[in-house]
């Protein structure tokens, strides 16, 4: 049999030095952390084909440990701003080889053509993508995206091989008061017997049980852990979020414990730069450090997601697929080298795929806009302000007294309520534009066309001359991260869909990195800007969001107007 072996952490150094060509692993002596009959143990693991061809215990020290590969639950890889095949490199680093994923980010944008492209694009990579059916596109009617996804289109996706669920029900209220197009969805869900994956924000009581008799299973946006409780006594399965935008690993760990199978970890939203140092093997890690039982954290990882979605990978048993990774203890639990099917794919911070050459799709139909397009002109002295919260993606709503100057409502600096403007990419209209509070910008503006769900142009900014120009650099690349002020200009060109580079992960983490440096130099006092301002026109999530239609209220499900 050809191949390595490897039997110490001296050996994996070596592996840092292997070709393209000779990566195949032929026998592993280390720590087995077997988590399906919940014991660690020292063995070794022969491999033939690809295929765990004999598990044994034995005597020989190991200072490695062998645990099964991770799985993020629930993702929307568009969010990375990497194409599928990119995005990959960078997981398998991490000892992510399977991602649950809701491409419903890019059919927002293109509709069919864009789920196509998501599962198509990476088909190369061994890399295991089981991607959805967008179950809202767009989230709500109120919304405007590129596409609808409507019953037709769920009908024909759900009856292919390659699309293993039916994706986030964001219109909760719809399954609550039964919606005809929202319970066709559901029925051809079980129709095809296809999971059903949830999003119910601080969903209690009797509407969490209707939402749950719908048939749906699982939910990523709980944030409290009396929420969580509920939902999971009830039978829901959670998955734990640590995303870019929001974490609630902190808060909702001690339901681990509780109840170990029903967890599970996932990323939801993750930018390129907390891909490359904070995902699903940095949950571990701190729960490790915490003193969590390695086994049960192992499962939340791993086995629990790919029981519940059928994901096909191995877990360290005779006959399975060789999928595993190597890391260096259990509590610092650093990551040595990512294998799947019996083939070493990354080492350290280096993976052994290729990079692929990425196709372009995109839908984008703006044109220039000038500065008197985002002029307010007061109707009244009172205004509905979005209050954003920094490291969440829910917002509050408050009333404040508006800043006039000759008839217009003007951003003001001193009560940091600045103007948020949202361009509709997919028609030549007017921009919405509304206030928020919490950017602290104290000039310039910042904009971006990766905007859930919609993803059209939001802008925030100080004076109308820099958000006309901010905007003006989005539509000139067809898509991207823009900072301006007083004529100085950044950009992240994002020409895939307007949501995702055709770069690779560090050129695209660097620039990212660089935009929000510049935004924090012009003032902006949160952690994430970019990330932030993305989730402002996410009207399924709480309280006061900016649509292509106005302002809309999530918790009166309504339209409101901006003067009150």
Known sequence: MSGITIN???SLKALKHLSNKNKTVKSIRGQIVDIINNVIYRGEIRIKNGFIDTV???????????????????VHIESSMLVPSEFARVALTRGVIATVSDPHEIANVMGMEGIRYMIDEPKKLPFRFYFGAPSCVPAIPFDTSGAIIGVKEIDVLLQQKDIYFLSEMMNFPGVIKKDTQVMAKIALAKKYRKNIDGHAP??????LDRYIEAGINTDHETIDIEEGREKLQKGM??????GSAAKNLEKLSPLIKEFPDMCMFCSDDIHPDDLMKTYIDDMIRRLLKKGFDPITVLKCASLNAAKHYGIDMGFLQKGSKADFVIVDNLSDFNILCTVIDGKIVATGKKCFLPIQEVPIINKFHATEKSPDSFKVFAESSIINVIEAI???????RFSAKAKIVKGQVVSDIKKDILKIALVNRY???????GFIKNFGLKKGAIAT?????????LCVGVKDTDIASAVNAVIKYKGGLAVHCNGMEEILELPVAGIMSDKDCGYVANKY??????AKELGCNLNAPFITLSFMALIVIPELKISAKGLFDVISFSPIKLFQ
Request: no cysteine; proline share 3%.
């Open 449 to 457: 066309s990766v905007a859930h769900d919609s993803h059209n142009i």
């Open 427 to 433: 028609e030549d209209k007017l921009p919405v534009v």
């Open 8 to 10: 110490s952490k001296a």
């Open 237 to 242: 399965k959670l998955l734990i979020r640590e």
């Open 390 to 396: 920094d490291g969440q993606i829910y917002t509050k």
């Open 513 to 518: 990195l660089t935009l929000t440096n510049m």
């Open 56 to 74: 044994m215990e034995t005597d020989i020290k190991s200072d490695i440990f062998i645990v099964p590969a991770f799985i993020d639950a629930h």
């Open 202 to 207: 601080s969903l209690r009581g009797e509407k």
